[in-house]
C-alpha cells in the first residue's frame, strides 16, 4: 500500500537555527497539507497546497515558517528561526484532491525538538 | 469556526469489554465526520467516516461510530476491545463552508489485558 514518506523521522536544533522537513505524497494525490501537532493536543493545519499553489496558509507564521511545492508532488516545510516553541510533531498528509469527503493519508511525522 | 469536543482524557478498558469514545463537534452547515487513530511515533490512521446516510458507519478493524445530529456527536465504538487497540484516537469535522479539517485534542484508549 502507498505511503506518505518524511524525513527526517527526528531532529534536534538549537534555536536561531534553521530546519527543514521534507514530504513525498502517495503518487497521484493533489492536496498536501502540512500540520503542527503539539503533544497533548490534535494536529493543527499550517498550510495546504493544490497541487503547486497555496490554498490555505492563515495559520502559518509567515515572519518564519515557509513551505513550497515547486513541481506539485514533492513538499519541503522551513522554519527559520527555529524558537523554543516550535518543538512538536510536524506531520504531512495528502488526499486525492480538495473534496470535502476524502480522507486524508497521513506520513509518519517529524519530531522536532528546538533546545 | 468549527470545533470539535473529545471530553475524555483516558479512556481504560478492560480487554473484550465494549470500547465508546466520545465526540461532540459543532459547525455551520452540513458535518463531514471522521476518526483517525495514532499509535506512538507514528501518523494518524483513518478509521472512519460520515458523509450523510445511514447513521450508523463502520470502519476498519472492527470499529463503529454513529453519528447523532440531534445531540451533535459521533462516538466511536468497538463491541469488544483488544489491548492492540491501545492508541490515541481522534475525531475530526469539515463541513460546506469550511474545508479545513478540525482535529479534536484526541483520547487516550487503554485496554487491559
Redesign the interface.
Known sequence: EAE?A?SP?YKITEKSQAVAFWCDPISGHATLYWYRQIL??????LV?FQDESVV?DSQLPKDRFSAERLKGVDSTLKIQPAELGDSAMY?C?TSPD?G??N???????T?LTVT | AQSVAQPEDQVNVAEGNPLTVKCTYSVSGNPYLFWYVQYPNRGLQFLLKYITGDNLVKGSYGFEAEFNKSQTSFHLKKPSALVSDSALYFCAVRSDGNNRLAFGKGNQVVVIP
Do not use: S, T
Request: proline share 8%.
Open positions: 506518505v518524511q523521522r497533548g493536543q490534535g494536529p493543527e493545519l495546504q490555505d506531520l498528509a480538495r470535502l469527503f480522507e486524508q493519508y497521513f506520513g509518519p511525522g519530531r
